[in-house]
C-alpha cells in the first residue's frame, strides 16, 4: 500500500512530473494553466494536450439539485434535463 496523496501533494511528486501528468497548457483568456496530461504513454503515438481543458459552464442548478443529481435521484431537474 502506498500513501494518498492530497492535491500539492500529487503535483510536486517526482515521478508524476516526470511521466508528464501534469501539464501547464496556455489558455485563451486565462494565460497558463495546469492541468492533467494525458495517463496513456505510447512510444509509437505519443500524445499531447494541444489546448487547455474547457472552463466549467456556469450551472443554474441550485445546490439542493446538484445534490440529488449527485444521490442519482433522477427526479432532481428532469426539465433541465440534468440527468438523461
Request: aromatic letters at 2%; hydrophobic letters at 35%; a positive charge.
Amino acid at each position: 500500500m502506498g500513501k494518498v496523496y492530497d492535491v500539492d501533494e500529487m503535483v510536486r511528486d517526482p515521478q508524476i512530473n516526470h511521466r508528464q501528468m501534469i501539464v501547464d497548457t496556455q489558455h485563451p483568456t486565462h494565460g497558463r494553466v495546469r492541468q492533467v496530461g494525458v495517463a496513456i504513454k505510447l512510444s509509437e503515438t505519443p500524445a499531447a494536450c494541444a489546448r487547455a481543458a474547457p472552463l466549467p459552464a456556469s450551472t443554474p442548478m441550485s445546490s439542493s439539485e446538484i445534490s440529488a443529481c449527485r444521490r442519482g435521484d433522477r427526479r432532481a431537474a428532469p426539465e433541465k434535463k440534468v440527468v438523461e
